[in-house]
Nanobody
């Protein structure tokens, strides 16, 4: 499975961005998709995930501001980011996994989101 993320950029605090990620499933059924982020000098952390049946999970820091959604037919995942703050500045990595006798994990190349104050 290959992941291609896009839609990052530079935005002022209070603004919005909607990165997206396309998964080349190569015929596999993808279970969970989501986004992680890594700010300079910090560890990679969960932002949001969505299961194949639509169950979502969010980091406390983004609850109420970010919304994750998914299109299973297109193997796409989106992250609507509203009310952005400078602390959201990070490289955002698309993520997916699938289960076939064991879990397989996949990562995209990352897209940079910069929020200016």
């Amino acid at each position: 499975v290959q992941l291609q993320a896009s839609g990052g950029g530079l935005v002022q605090a209070g603004g919005s961005l909607r990165p997206s990620c396309a998964a080349d499933g190569s015929g596999f059924i993808i279970d969970n998709m989501g986004w992680y982020r890594q700010a300079p000098g910090k560890q990679r952390e969960l932002v949001a995930t969505v299961s194949r049946n639509g169950r979502t999970d969010y980091a406390d820091a983004v609850k109420g501001r970010f919304t994750i959604s998914r299109d299973n037919a297109k193997n796409m995942v989106y992250l609507q980011m509203n009310s952005l703050i400078p602390e959201d500045t990070a490289v955002y990595y698309c993520y997916s996994d699938r289960y076939s006798y064991r879990w397989y994990y996949y990562w995209g190349q990352g897209t940079l989101v910069t929020v200016s104050s």
